[in-house]
């Protein structure tokens, strides 16, 4: 081995710190350095987990899709590809709000993530550490609230003119009661620029906090139906995305200081991206997104058509249109077979169409009035 200069080094450190930029670059260089020489094990863990979403998706659609199959076995990198794409999406809409933290509150550069950490050493929390994780709690359940209102009044029928314009400027309140609870937490003179970054904080807060308050209602319409008694379950959702953003931006703050960011914030994706997966509902939605999307050009609702005379199974045909098939959505597809089911239908049967005899995939028409009356 060639002797290394100490002087060389000295003076290469003293650049990097002259130069931050290039010492980024050097810690992302480092990073991927990193990467490269375990690519066996973490190809290896990328088909474990991507084989792990497969298994919860056929479990919970009960889809006959052959693991043997040499289709389904070449998409397994291509789905956790899409897999860490769409998670990453969503992690970047919950956790977005979080920014703030990392803006300057002044012209003296400090910040509220300054003291986000805990010090070494010390046991307990600080009182600026504890006013921190409570005014943002503070903020996230002012927001939770009002979305909570929007949704009361639109379910007891009050979606006039003059309620849309009261909703509109509680809601201006909203994000001004907002940006006045976080620029309280550190007691001193803040810029115009941080309380405007405030605000858009704020708004972005409320369209993550609409976003899963959507995905909530869904999941448990089935047993609430009354604004009220979604309040519990509402809080818990706010709680949750409270825990999650805090932990988010002091994962951020652990990466800034640690020696390989690029590799950690890799390895720490693949637990969150494992951790998931071993959740089935949660699991199979994601990767039923990766193989539907593909499959069906992005729609989620489609309408199958082919040549006449071709012979299909009667029961996707629909009968004022022999040339087409009724409402469908579409699975998956392997080997040459597209893997249908009728639309919103409670039974998990499955039907297979050949791909050869498809000419072509569109949308579905909307649903006739009666027929969303009824639902």
């Known amino acids: 081995m060639e002797p290394v200069d100490v002087t060389d080094c000295a003076k290469t450190a003293e650049a990097a710190s002259k130069h931050p930029s290039r010492n980024r670059y050097a810690q992302l260089s480092q990073g991927l350095l990193w990467l490269n020489e375990r690519a066996w094990p973490l190809g290896g ?93 503070y903020g996230v359940l002012l927001l939770g609230l009002f979305v909570w209102v929007i949704g009361a009044f639109a379910a007891y029928g009050y979606t006039s003119g003059g309620w849309i314009v009261g909703m509109v400027g509680l809601g201006m309140l909203t994000l001004l009661g907002h940006a006045w609870i976080i620029t309280r937490v550190w007691k001193t003179r803040v810029s115009f620029e941080f309380w405007f970054a405030c605000v858009m904080s704020a708004l972005v807060q ?18 609430v139906d009354d604004v009220w008694l979604f309040l519990p379950f509402m809080l818990l959702e706010l709680i949750v995305l409270w825990l999650i953003q805090l932990g988010g931006a002091y994962f951020v703050v652990v990466m800034r200081r640690h020696e390989h960011p690029v ?47 071709t012979q299909l199974l009667g029961a996707i045909k629909d009968p004022e249109n022999p040339g087409s098939s009724i409402r469908l959505r579409l699975l998956a597809e392997a080997d040459g077979m597209y893997i249908v089911r009728p639309w919103r239908t409670v039974s998990k049967a499955v039907q297979f169409v050949p791909r050869s005899s498809v000419t072509g995939i569109d949308d579905c028409a909307p649903e006739p009035k009666a027929e969303n009356a009824s639902r």
């Open 206 to 223: 409320w369209v993550a906090i609409l976003n899963v308050t959507v995905v909530v209602a869904r999941s448990v319409s089935e047993y």
């Open 45 to 137: 863990s990328i088909l474990l987990i991507a084989g792990i979403y497969l298994f919860q998706y056929i479990q919970v659609e009960k889809i006959p899709l052959s693991i043997t199959s040499s289709a389904v076995v070449a998409a397994l990198p291509a789905m956790f590809a899409m897999l860490v794409f769409v998670i990453a999406m969503l992690g970047a809409l919950i956790v977005m709000p979080a920014f703030i933290l990392f803006q300057r509150l002044n012209d003296s550069g400090e910040r509220l993530s300054d003291h986000l950490s805990f010090d070494r050493g010390k046991s307990g929390l600080t009182p600026l550490h504890r006013r921190l994780i409570l005014h943002w709690l």
């Open 263 to 309: 590799a950690h914030a890799a390895l720490a994706a693949m637990v969150v991206i494992f951790v998931v997966g071993l959740i089935p509902q949660a699991s199979a939605k994601l990767a039923g997104v990766t193989l539907q999307l593909p499959s069906s050009g992005a729609r989620n609702c489609t309408v199958m058509t082919w040549a006449p005379g």
